[in-house]
T-cell receptor, first 114, second 113 residues
Framework: TQLLEQSPQFLSIQEGENLTVYCNSSSVFSSLQWYRQEPGEGPVLLVTVVTGGEVKKLKRLTFQFGDARKDSSLHITAAQPGDTGLYLC??????????????FGQGTILTVHP | DTGVSQDPRHKITKRGQNVTFRCDPI?????LYWYRQTLGQGPEFLTY????????KSRLLSDRFSAERPKGSFSTLEIQRTEQGDSAMYLC???????????FGPGTRLTVL
C-alpha cells in the first residue's frame, strides 16, 4: 500500500509570512499533484509535477518534486488570507491497472490571519 | 466550476436506511472516480469507471456499496443499510483518457444518525 505523509497537519500564520508544506512517501510515483480544497467543495488542482527535481511556480506558490520522485514540497511566499484552505498532495501511478487513481496525503489545513 | 455536478449536496439519514448519490461529469470524461473523505483526512479511492465498465474497486468498498455507470455518462453510488461509520463526504471526479487531470465535483456530505 502506497502512503503519502503530509506535514504539518495544521498551520496558522500571519499575513505576509512564508510557509512550506511537505509531502513524503517511501514509494515512487509517476507524478504528483497538489490540490486546494475549501470547506464544502471538492479539491481543485493546482499543479502536476512529473519529472524528478522539477520546480513549478504559480504566482506566489512554488512546487518541487524530489529527485527520486518520492517527495514534494509546496512553498507559499507572502501568504494572504485568501490562501486559507486545505492543501492536499496526491500521487499517481500511470499505466498498468492503477487507472490514474489518486493516493492522497491527509492534508494540511492552512489558516492565514489578516 | 469543473463541470462535474453531484446530487444531493447533503444527505442526512438514519442508520439502516439506503441512500443513493448521483454524479454527472461532462461528456468528455471517459474516466470517472469515486472517493470518500472523512473529516480531517484526504480523499480515499473507492472505485473507477472507464466509460460504462467498472474496472477497479477498493477494498474499502464493502458489499453494502454498489456503483454503476450504465451508459458511460452519469454514475450512481448506493449504500445499503447505512452505518454511522459511513458518514463522510463522497466525491466524484471525471477525467479524460489522455490526461492525469481529474475534475472533482462539489461532493455529497452524508450524515448517518
Amino acid at each position: 500500500t502506497q502512503l503519502l505523509e503530509q506535514s504539518p497537519q495544521f498551520l496558522s500564520i500571519q499575513e505576509g509570512e512564508n510557509l512550506t508544506v511537505y509531502c513524503n512517501s517511501s514509494s515512487v510515483f509517476s507524478s504528483l499533484q497538489w490540490y486546494r480544497q475549501e470547506p464544502g467543495e471538492g479539491p481543485v488542482l493546482l499543479v502536476t509535477v512529473v519529472t524528478g527535481g522539477e520546480v513549478k511556480k504559480l504566482k506566489r506558490l512554488t512546487f518541487q518534486f524530489g529527485d527520486a520522485r518520492k517527495d514534494s514540497s509546496l512553498h507559499i511566499t507572502a501568504a494572504q488570507p485568501g490562501d486559507t484552505g486545505l492543501y492536499l498532495c496526491a500521487g499517481i501511478n500511470a499505466g498498468g491497472t492503477s487507472y490514474g487513481k489518486l493516493t492522497f496525503g491527509q492534508g494540511t489545513i492552512l489558516t492565514v490571519h489578516p | 466550476d469543473t463541470g462535474v455536478s453531484q446530487d444531493p449536496r447533503h444527505k442526512i439519514t438514519k442508520r439502516g436506511q439506503n441512500v443513493t448519490f448521483r454524479c454527472d461529469p461532462i461528456s468528455e470524461h471517459n474516466r470517472l472516480y469515486w472517493y470518500r473523505q472523512t473529516l480531517g483526512q484526504g480523499p480515499e479511492f473507492l472505485t473507477y469507471f472507464q466509460n460504462e465498465a467498472q474496472l477497479e474497486k477498493s477494498r474499502l468498498l464493502s458489499d453494502r456499496f454498489s456503483a454503476e455507470r450504465p451508459k458511460g455518462s452519469f454514475s450512481t453510488l448506493e449504500i445499503q443499510r447505512t452505518e454511522q461509520g459511513d458518514s463522510a463526504m463522497y466525491l466524484c471526479a471525471g477525467g479524460g483518457l489522455s490526461t492525469d487531470t481529474q475534475y472533482f465535483g462539489p461532493g455529497t456530505r452524508l450524515t448517518v444518525l
